[in-house]
C-alpha cells in the first residue's frame, strides 16, 4: 500500500490530485476510515460521488480497488467463494489416469488453486497489497446478507469447511455505499464510520466541474450548473446527480454546444433525466422557464 495519509488535509489533497474534490467531513470520515481500520459507510442519494469516492481513494493510495456489486438475491457464494468444479472434475481425470487412489485424490482436490475467488475472499486475501473494498449499493441485499458481511467485517476471516480459516494478513480498506432505498441493519452501520453525501452546492458543483472539465466554457458550465441546480428543486421521480451533470456537460461538449439554448436543452435532456415522467415536465415552456430564471438569477 502506498503511504498512508498523515491527516485531514493530506486527504483532501490527495483525492483532488484524483480529481474528485472532498469536502473536509468527508475527508475526515476517510482520514479516519483509514487510521482506525474501521469501515466507512457512505450514503446519499444515486449519482453524488459515493462510488467514485471508492475509486478516488484507491487510486490516492496506488492500491487495487475491488468492487462487490450487491443486488436483489446476492449470497455467501457470491461474495466470497465458490468451488470450480469443471476444474476439478478435469483434475479427476487426469490423476486416475496417474493411477492415484481415491484417498490422494480427495485430498487434492480441496485446494486454493480450485477456488473462484469473488470479492470478499480476493479483498482478504490479496495477491498484492491490501485493496480497497468497495460494497456497492448494500441496500439492495437482505437481511441475511447482511448479517453475512458483519460476521466478515468484524475479525476479516473466513472459514471455508475444506479448508479451515483464512485471516486477513493486513486490513483492507472498506467502503460501504447506500442509495438508502431502504433501512440498512443498525448492527451493520454500528461497525462502520458513516458518511451522508448530500447534492453539491452550486459553488461546490461548479469547482468540481471545473476541476474534471477546465476546457469547458466558463459560461456555459455556469449555465449547466444553474439549470441542474433548479432541476432539483422541482418535483422529480429522479433529481439529477452530480453524475448526469458531469454526462450532461460532455454530451454538450461532443456536440459543440457553446451556449445554453432551449433546444440544446431538449435535445440533450436525456443526459439528465432518466424517468418518462420527469421528462413529461419539460417540455419546452418549462425549459424556457428555467433559462430565464437562470438568465436574471
Given at each position: 500500500?502506498?503511504?498512508?495519509?498523515?491527516?485531514?488535509d493530506?486527504?483532501?489533497?490527495?483525492?483532488?490530485?484524483?480529481?474528485?474534490?472532498?469536502?473536509?467531513?468527508?475527508a475526515?470520515?476517510?482520514?479516519?476510515?483509514?487510521?482506525?481500520?474501521?469501515?466507512?459507510?457512505?450514503?446519499?442519494?444515486?449519482?453524488?460521488?459515493?462510488?467514485?469516492?471508492?475509486?478516488?481513494?484507491?487510486?490516492?493510495?496506488?492500491?487495487?480497488?475491488?468492487?462487490?456489486?450487491?443486488?436483489e438475491?446476492?449470497?455467501r457464494?457470491?461474495?466470497?467463494?465458490?468451488?470450480?468444479?469443471?476444474?476439478?472434475?478435469?483434475?479427476?481425470?487426469i490423476?486416475?489416469?496417474?493411477g492415484?487412489?481415491?484417498?490422494?485424490?480427495?485430498?487434492?482436490?480441496?485446494?486454493?488453486?480450485?477456488?473462484?475467488?469473488?470479492?470478499?475472499?480476493?479483498?482478504?486475501?490479496?495477491?498484492?497489497?491490501?485493496?480497497?473494498?468497495?460494497?456497492?449499493?448494500?441496500?439492495?441485499?437482505?437481511?441475511?446478507?447482511?448479517?453475512?458481511?458483519?460476521?466478515?467485517?468484524?475479525?476479516?476471516?473466513?472459514?471455508?469447511?475444506?479448508?479451515?480459516?483464512?485471516?486477513?494478513?493486513?486490513?483492507?480498506?472498506?467502503?460501504?455505499?447506500?442509495?438508502r432505498?431502504?433501512d440498512?441493519?443498525?448492527?451493520?452501520?454500528?461497525?462502520?464510520?458513516?458518511?451522508?453525501?448530500?447534492?453539491?452546492?452550486?459553488?461546490?458543483?461548479?469547482?468540481?466541474?471545473?476541476?474534471?472539465?477546465?476546457?469547458?466554457?466558463?459560461?456555459?458550465?455556469?449555465?449547466?450548473?444553474?439549470?441542474?441546480?433548479?432541476?432539483?428543486?422541482?418535483?422529480?421521480?429522479?433529481?439529477?446527480?452530480?453524475a448526469?451533470?458531469?454526462?450532461?456537460?460532455?454530451?454538450?461538449?461532443v456536440?459543440?454546444?457553446?451556449?445554453?439554448?432551449?433546444e440544446?436543452?431538449?435535445?440533450?435532456?436525456?443526459?439528465?433525466?432518466?424517468?418518462?415522467?420527469?421528462?413529461?415536465?419539460?417540455?419546452?415552456?418549462?425549459?424556457?422557464?428555467?433559462?430565464?430564471?437562470?438568465?436574471?438569477?
Amino acid at each position: 500500500m502506498g503511504r498512508k495519509p498523515q491527516s485531514v488535509d493530506h486527504v483532501i489533497a490527495g483525492l483532488r490530485a484524483q480529481h474528485y474534490l472532498a469536502d473536509s467531513a468527508l475527508a475526515t470520515a476517510v482520514f479516519l476510515s483509514i487510521a482506525l481500520e474501521r469501515p466507512l459507510f457512505v450514503e446519499g442519494e444515486p449519482g453524488v460521488g459515493k462510488t467514485a469516492l471508492a475509486q478516488a481513494v484507491a487510486q490516492m493510495l496506488d492500491v487495487p480497488l475491488i468492487r462487490l456489486q450487491c443486488y436483489e438475491g446476492i449470497d455467501r457464494e457470491s461474495a466470497l467463494y465458490e468451488w470450480n468444479y469443471p476444474r476439478q472434475l478435469l483434475h479427476i481425470r487426469i490423476r486416475e489416469l496417474d493411477g492415484d487412489d481415491r484417498d490422494t485424490l480427495e485430498q487434492s482436490l480441496y485446494h486454493e488453486d480450485f477456488l473462484l475467488k469473488r470479492p470478499l475472499y480476493a479483498a482478504i486475501r490479496p495477491n498484492g497489497p491490501a485493496p480497497v473494498l468497495l460494497i456497492d449499493e448494500i441496500d439492495r441485499s437482505d437481511d441475511e446478507f447482511e448479517a453475512f458481511l458483519l460476521e466478515v467485517l468484524s475479525e476479516f476471516q473466513i472459514s471455508i469447511p475444506e479448508l479451515g480459516t483464512i485471516q486477513a494478513v493486513e486490513r483492507p480498506i472498506v467502503i460501504l455505499t447506500s442509495n438508502r432505498t431502504r433501512d440498512v441493519h443498525d448492527a451493520l452501520k454500528r461497525r462502520c464510520l458513516y458518511q451522508w453525501l448530500d447534492y453539491p452546492t452550486y459553488e461546490r458543483e461548479m469547482a468540481i466541474l471545473r476541476e474534471r472539465m477546465p476546457q469547458l466554457n466558463p459560461s456555459l458550465s455556469e449555465h449547466i450548473v444553474r439549470y441542474v441546480q433548479c432541476l432539483r428543486t422541482k418535483t422529480l421521480q429522479k433529481p439529477p446527480g452530480l453524475a448526469e451533470t458531469l454526462d450532461w456537460a460532455s454530451a454538450l461538449e461532443v456536440l459543440g454546444v457553446e451556449t445554453l439554448s432551449a433546444e440544446a436543452v431538449e435535445r440533450t435532456l436525456g443526459c439528465v433525466l432518466k424517468y418518462r415522467e420527469d421528462m413529461g415536465q419539460a417540455d419546452h415552456q418549462a425549459v424556457t422557464t428555467i433559462l430565464q430564471e437562470i438568465a436574471h438569477g
